[in-house]
């Protein structure tokens, strides 16, 4: 059974850097064959895709992350991380990594919850203005 542990989280002023990782074991196939990602889930808010890496490094960015947020993979595929840049209070929230055991996805689908069947526990990130 896949397992997913993130951490990373923390607290930090407006305009900080954090960088999340989020490590995966027990997999059945090859980590290269995962696609992975990070979600978010703020109070009172659904859990919305923030980042996705799939095969050959492909990317797909939510709008909120996009030119602050890079995901990106050790060169082993286990690690997945997701640097955060430039951090907004709007940012704080639960930071949960997930995987799903495929190759590709579509944009939509690198970002929408219900693709995925993995993930972690979440890992918190607190931005104060």
């Known amino acids: 059974q896949e397992q997913l542990v993130e951490s990373g989280g923390g607290s930090v002023e407006s305009g900080g850097s954090l960088t999340l990782s989020c490590v995966i074991s027990g997999y059945y196939y090859s980590p290269s064959n995962y696609c992975r990602a990070w979600f978010r889930q703020a109070p009172g808010k659904e859990r919305e895709g923030v980042a996705a890496i799939c095969s050959a490094e492909s990317t797909n960015y939510a709008d909120s992350a996009r030119g602050r947020f890079t995901i990106s993979r050790s060169k082993a595929k286990h690690t997945v991380y997701l640097q955060m840049n430039s951090l907004k209070p709007e940012d704080t929230a639960v930071y949960y990594c997930?995987?799903?055991?495929?190759?590709?996805?579509?944009?939509?689908?690198?970002?929408?919850?219900?693709?995925?069947?993995?993930w972690g526990q979440g890992t918190q990130v607190t931005v104060s203005s």
């Open positions: 997930a995987a799903e055991a495929r190759w590709t996805m579509t944009t939509v689908e690198a970002l929408d919850v219900t693709t995925y069947s993995y």
